[in-house]
């Protein structure tokens, strides 16, 4: 059977500048191989943001963020129906993200992240600048892909805006992936897509799937990053799921979740 696949979680670049490979120089990665590659694997469609190492001496986070978002947009105008943009907010320039959510949905565009707060200077989903943000997404219908860390926090977060669509990034080791489980079980608002470490868990997706139902399960590879040949061979040959299933986490569930 061959199955529709969009990759809810991946990083594309406009240059090296702002690719995470940590082999790049060792393969041909640029717009058009990443597209070549990715279809190539039955992948239709991307989704995700622009995300940079660092930041120039000078520049503040903002100044970085509101780059990378651009580049985003850039990407977009490349690759066409291709690929879904993410964008990014900071809890520290509150005004400044509203504004830029405000663009974007007047773009038709609305994904927040995958948000990386270690790369962006800050680290609480829990604070009260981002929880300003989080209401201000939930008026404009955005969904909100975040990067895993601090269950505790993320807990907060999720408990506190029922209003908000969640997608947490990386399933983790069994400690974290459980934490997910049951989060996602107390939220109807939570999803989980499946890059990262977790996956190649021997009957991680089965258990998913029994304790928080198939429909807010979502497949992601975090390219650049991670290979993603590894995350389509993960699901589509897992004799643990069904076809209706993978069908699902492949593609359906992401294409309720933005519409298309």
């Keep these: 059977m061959n199955f529709e696949i969009i990759d809810f979680h991946t990083h594309p670049f ?6 995470i490979c940590n082999h790049k120089e060792h393969i ?4 058009e191989s990443t597209r070549e590659l990715l279809q190539g694997l039955g992948i239709t469609t991307i989704c995700g943001s622009v995300v940079e190492v660092g930041k120039g001496d000078n520049e503040s986070y903002w100044d970085k963020i509101r780059r990378n978002n651009r580049a985003a947009l850039e990407l977009k105008d490349a690759y066409g129906d291709f690929y879904v943009p993410g964008f990014h907010v900071h809890p520290d320039f ?11 949905h007047s773009l038709g565009f609305n994904l927040i992240g995958e948000l990386v707060p270690y790369m962006d200077g800050w680290k609480d989903y829990s604070c009260e600048g981002f929880s300003v943000l989080l209401d201000q997404a939930a008026k404009y219908n955005m969904i909100v892909s975040f990067h895993s860390i601090d269950n505790d926090n993320m807990d907060k977060m999720v408990q506190s805006h029922k209003d908000v669509i969640f997608v947490a990034a990386h399933p983790g080791e069994y400690p974290d992936f459980m934490r997910h ?10 999803y ?3 890059s990262g470490t977790g996956l190649f868990r ?16 979502l497949f992601g590879s975090d390219y650049p990053t991670c290979n993603p040949a590894m995350f389509v061979g993960g699901v589509v040959l897992d004799s643990l799921i069904t076809d209706s299933e993978k069908e699902k986490i492949l593609s359906g569930n992401a294409k309720r979740l933005l519409g298309m």
């Design 14 to 19: 406009t240059g090296q500048k702002n690719n």
């Design 192 to 194: 989980l897509d499946l």
């Design 181 to 190: 489980v049951e989060r996602a079980k107390k939220n109807e608002n939570y």
């Design 94 to 104: 509150i005004d400044e993200s509203i504004n830029e959510m405000k663009l974007m």
């Design 28 to 31: 041909p990665m640029d717009i």
């Design 202 to 217: 021997h009957g991680m997706l089965r258990r998913a799937i029994d304790e928080m139902g198939v429909d807010r399960i």
